[in-house]
């Protein structure tokens, strides 16, 4: 069965420092990769989304970047935190070929001092 | 631009009685409809999904109905539990459009089921 993991779980970080969140997806191959960010009383917003290996695609202008270094990995990073992006940020994979439901992590909770 | 819209920021209903949650979308290449619950500090879970080719999907007590003509989806919770207390998010999906399987989510809807 496919599992997701995201980590940390919960993170507090001074404004202008770096940040890195991780997700990485088990018992699947070449997933549709999503990063999402529920701010506080609002809906969820996609950030970026990768249909491979090196290939990202950012929804939004914003302060933050993704990777993906390997198949089922997906990283979120940031060099200069704001204040605004604290969050809640979620990882989830969709099948690519069947283009169906997508599945999420636990959810990595951002708060920025 | 809000393709996705979930109006009714919050619901209250008695435990054993019918939960209607309400969605509008405006795209009409959207033909793949999702509802995500949502429990604090966690991920949006699966609920149930609906083709545009359908009208209704039921899967227990759960029942997803898509009005076309209205760009207009719900889902019936019948009978709630006090369990079923979350966050319903509503999503779509152009599926044919794109190989992004990229998801439109709504705002999102508070659902509270008193015992």
């Known amino acids: 069965s496919q599992t997701i993991h995201q980590w940390p779980a919960t993170l507090v970080q001074p404004v202008g420092s770096p940040l890195s969140l991780e997700c990485t997806v088990e018992?699947?191959?070449?997933?549709?990769l999503y990063w999402y960010r529920q701010a506080a009383g609002r809906g969820l917003q996609l950030l970026f989304y990768s249909v491979g290996i090196g290939q990202i695609s950012s929804e939004v202008p914003q302060n933050l970047s993704a990777s993906r270094p390997q198949d089922r990995q997906f990283i979120l990073s940031s060099k200069k935190l704001l204040l605004s992006d604290s969050g809640f940020y979620l990882c989830?994979?969709?099948?690519?070929?069947?283009?169906?439901?997508?599945?999420f992590g636990p959810g990595t909770r951002l708060l920025v001092l | 631009d809000q393709q996705v819209k979930q109006n009714s920021p919050s619901l209250s209903v008695q435990e054993g009685r019918i939960s209607i949650l309400n969605c509008d979308y405006t795209n009409s290449m959207f033909d793949y409809f999702l509802w995500y619950k949502k429990y604090p500090a966690e991920g949006p879970t699966f609920l149930i999904s609906i083709s545009s080719i359908k009208d209704k999907n039921e899967d227990g007590r759960f029942t997803v109905f898509l009005n076309k003509s209205a760009k207009h989806l719900s889902l019936h919770i019948v009978p709630s539990q006090p369990g079923d207390s979350a966050v319903y998010f509503c999503?779509?999906?152009?599926?044919?459009?794109?190989?992004?399987?990229?998801?439109?989510f709504g705002q999102g809807t508070t659902l509270q089921v008193k015992p």
């Open positions: 989830a994979w969709g099948l690519a070929h069947a283009l169906e439901t997508q599945y």
């Open positions: 999503a779509a999906s152009a599926r044919w459009s794109s190989n992004t399987g990229k998801l439109i």
């Open positions: 018992g699947t191959s070449n997933p549709n």
